[in-house]
């Protein structure tokens, strides 16, 4: 059975990215990342979906680096904007060069556990504030990662990101298609004991389900 190294935030994307490498039989070893963000809770969600898919899981704790990447609404005290994903406003929650981070780590882990894929749930809806999440990152990571590992690890190690041309309402198409369980996975950026509603996550997960077509299971404050 092959081997995949899934970075799971306990999000809608990628807790569906876990289900779908799960249908393709893949071994699964998914990593969640403490890097101090407000929504740490989250990392709940992504070891909840572990147990469910009998899934090796793992936390990796950052929470230091974070500290040194100040300017963020997710990891430094900066309110957190509400509104539309894609507004000029949600550049605020950039974590700096967060995604290159978290993949190096993952490779490394694959690398020693001879995994053929590392993967990853951004999609294109992310494209317009996150230059981490967009095809040509993806493209130029996986290259850099084949020189950065040459002649260790699996030969055919890979970057898998499966959903980086489409956008966040085929994600729950999908998800629905594979029996995810939305009601147990976490957006909110405010982290609190409900989905706000309000945040640019929550808008953004509010407008999937009803593009797709598919009921919303979220409890929302407001």
């Given at each position: 059975?092959?081997?995949?190294?899934?970075?799971?935030?306990?999000?809608?994307?990628?807790?569906?990215?876990?289900?779908l490498?799960?249908?393709?039989?893949?071994?699964?070893?998914?990593?969640?990342?403490?890097?101090?963000?407000?929504?740490?809770?989250?990392?709940?969600?992504?070891?909840?979906?572990?147990?469910?898919l009998?899934?090796?899981?793992?936390?990796?704790?950052?929470?230091?680096l974070g500290?040194?990447?100040?300017g963020?609404?997710?990891?430094?005290?900066?309110a957190?904007?509400?509104?539309?994903?894609?507004?000029?406003?949600?550049?605020?929650?950039?974590v700096?060069?967060?995604n290159a981070?978290?993949?190096?780590?993952?490779?490394g882990?694959?690398?020693?556990e001879?995994?053929?894929?590392?993967?990853?749930?951004?999609?294109?809806?992310?494209?317009?504030?996150?230059?981490?999440?967009?095809?040509?990152?993806?493209?130029?990571?996986?290259?850099?990662?084949?020189?950065?590992?040459?002649?260790?690890?699996?030969p055919?190690?890979?970057?898998?990101?499966?959903?980086?041309?489409?956008?966040k309402?085929?994600?729950?198409?999908?998800?629905?298609?594979?029996?995810v369980?939305?009601?147990?996975?976490?957006?909110?950026?405010?982290?609190?004991?409900v989905h706000c509603?309000?945040?640019?996550?929550?808008?953004?997960?509010?407008e999937?389900f009803?593009l797709?077509g598919?009921?919303?299971?979220t409890?929302?404050?407001?």
């Open positions: 059975m092959p081997k995949a190294i899934a970075i799971v935030s306990g999000g809608l994307d990628s807790v569906t990215l876990a289900y490498l799960h249908s393709e039989n893949y071994d699964l070893h998914l990593l969640a990342f403490n890097y101090g963000q407000r929504h740490a809770k989250e990392i709940d969600y992504a070891r909840r979906c572990a147990h469910r009998d899934a090796e899981f793992d936390i990796v704790d950052l929470a230091a500290q040194l990447l100040k963020s609404a997710l990891t430094d005290d900066i957190i904007p509400h509104g539309h994903y894609t507004a000029p406003s949600m550049a605020v929650t950039v700096p060069n967060r981070i978290m993949l190096s780590i993952a490779y882990v694959a690398v020693a001879n995994a053929e894929v590392v993967a990853t749930g951004v999609h294109a809806g992310d494209h317009p504030i996150y230059p981490d999440c967009r095809l040509a990152f993806i493209d130029s990571f996986n290259m850099m990662q084949r020189v950065a590992v040459e002649g260790y690890g699996n055919n190690l890979r970057l898998h990101a499966p959903f980086v041309q489409i956008g309402h085929d994600i729950v198409a999908i998800g629905a298609r594979l029996g369980p939305f009601e147990d996975t976490w957006s909110c950026y405010e982290g609190g004991d509603g309000q945040c640019g996550t929550c808008v953004e997960r509010r999937s009803t797709a598919v009921p919303d299971p409890a929302y404050q407001s």
